[in-house]
């Protein structure tokens, strides 16, 4: 019965935005604040993660929570308009999903490899695959909507 409970545990990979160690943390235990194993300093999972070129397939591929990612760009309107929404979506999911954010600017290689033509463009990973994607600025409830299409319980 313990297997079975330990195989229903989601985990989260994330590095360490501090110290840049990778850490692997249960998801019924985000809520509770989790610290990084090596330098002790929060890892704040209530807001969206950031991910680049380095972290993106790591995380994407060990976290065995479904992963969204807002491919986004700094000057891009409907992708400022829009990070509220995603803010509130990775505080809506904590325990339940990973939200992350990945800059297309800074990150052109991974982008690039899921061809990524416009922004915001949104991906929902599941075990390390795409499940769903939409392009275009969404409110949190359309957020929401492509997280249910990848069996999210919102």
Not at 70 to 96: I, S
Not at 98 to 109: P, V
Request: aromatic share 6%; charged share 25%.
């Amino acid at each position: 019965m313990e297997t079975e409970t330990k195989a229903e545990t989601g985990k989260l990979t994330v590095r360490c935005q501090f110290c840049n160690t990778w850490n692997r943390i249960e998801a019924v235990k985000v809520t509770d604040g989790p610290k990084c194993g090596k330098c002790s300093k929060p890892i704040l999972l209530e807001r969206p993660l950031p991910l680049n070129d380095e972290t993106f397939a790591r995380t994407i591929a060990e976290s065995t929570v479904p992963v969204a990612v807002d491919f986004y760009a700094d000057w891009c309107g409907p992708c400022r308009m829009m990070a509220p929404a995603v803010d509130a979506l990775a505080a809506h999911l904590q325990g339940k999903a990973l939200i992350g954010k990945l800059n297309t600017d800074h990150s052109s290689r991974t982008a690039s490899g899921f061809n990524i033509r416009g922004i915001p463009t949104t991906i929902v990973f599941r075990n390390g695959k795409e499940v769903a994607r939409q392009s275009g600025a969404m409110q949190l409830e359309g957020l929401k909507q492509l997280m249910a299409r990848a069996d999210v319980a919102v």
